[in-house]
């Protein structure tokens, strides 16, 4: 499955945050970019392991790309 993130810089507390568009609600951060990624494919996988057990349909198969 291939998901998109998009990476912005938190300008008020440093570091990082990102969303996934095709996950509404799907965000995280992380002080470096590599905290960020590790941060995101954890709350990516939760986000459909949860979307799984409430029967909420995920759209489409897709890969995480990192």
Known sequence: MKYTI????DEQEGG???????LP???SQGESIEELMNNI??????????????Y???EEVRELVL
Do not use: S, T
């Open 6 to 9: 998009i990476i912005h810089n």
């Open 16 to 22: 990082f945050w990102c969303e996934c568009p095709e």
């Open 25 to 27: 609600g799907c965000y």
């Open 41 to 54: 494919q954890e709350a990516i996988e939760l986000y459909l392991e949860d979307a799984e057990e409430m």
């Open 56 to 58: 909420f349909p995920v």
